[in-house]
């Protein structure tokens, strides 16, 4: 827990940076590796929502699970929690997609995009199927990371 109080303290400190009279070329060097961090944190965030599922830690606090947790406590969207705790199951069965994800390299939007590939009634049919999952994970993160996200959209849909 005293990691996340010193990233507490980093991003006080950013946030009082002055961005006022800074230039387009310093404002995007700043974005790129805010964007990256961004990434980074939500792929945690989806790791420890699926813990907390796992652990039935939503149970602590009197809610039956994680998603009316989020709702409840962090004020998500209904849409949004369930986003994201599906991102976390998802990550579960694609470790590349994960892996990427936690590099900072794809963003929560692309896990969304990628997740139903892990959801279990098209994880039985690909194993019914004799289907290299892991090979479709690996291809997944590698279109996730390097092109645009109607590319990827098209990849899932295939």
């Given at each position: 827990?005293?990691?996340?109080?010193?990233?507490?303290?980093?991003?006080?400190?950013?946030?009082?940076?002055?961005?006022?009279?800074?230039?387009?070329?310093q404002?995007?060097e700043r974005?790129t590796?805010?964007?990256?961090?961004?990434n980074?944190?939500?792929a945690?965030?989806a790791?420890?929502?699926?813990?907390?599922?796992?652990a039935?830690?939503?149970?602590?606090d009197?809610?039956?699970?994680?998603?009316?947790?989020?709702?409840?406590?962090?004020?998500?969207?209904?849409?949004?929690?369930?986003?994201?705790v599906?991102?976390?199951?998802?990550?579960?069965?694609?470790p590349?997609?994960?892996?990427?994800?936690?590099?900072?390299?794809?963003?929560?939007?692309?896990?969304s995009?990628?997740?139903?590939?892990?959801?279990?009634?098209?994880?039985?049919?690909?194993?019914?199927?004799d289907?290299?999952?892991?090979?479709?994970d690996?291809v997944?993160?590698?279109?996730a990371a390097?092109?645009f996200?109607?590319?990827l959209?098209t990849?899932?849909?295939?």
């Open positions: 827990m005293q990691q996340l109080q010193v990233l507490g303290s980093l991003l006080d400190e950013l946030s009082g940076e002055r961005l006022e009279g800074m230039f387009g070329p404002l995007l974005l590796p805010l964007l990256t961090l961004q980074r944190i939500a945690e965030v790791r420890t929502v699926r813990q907390c599922e796992l039935d830690a939503a149970e602590f009197g809610k039956a699970t994680m998603i009316s947790w989020l709702r409840g406590h962090a004020r998500f969207s209904q849409s949004a929690a369930n986003t994201l599906r991102n976390g199951r998802a990550l579960e069965h694609l590349a997609v994960a892996a990427t994800f936690a590099a900072g390299a794809i963003s929560a939007e692309a896990v995009v990628i997740a139903p590939v892990a959801a279990p009634k098209n994880l039985a049919a690909a194993v019914e199927q289907v290299d999952v892991a090979g479709i690996e997944l993160a590698q279109v390097t092109t996200h109607t590319e959209r990849a899932v849909g295939h």
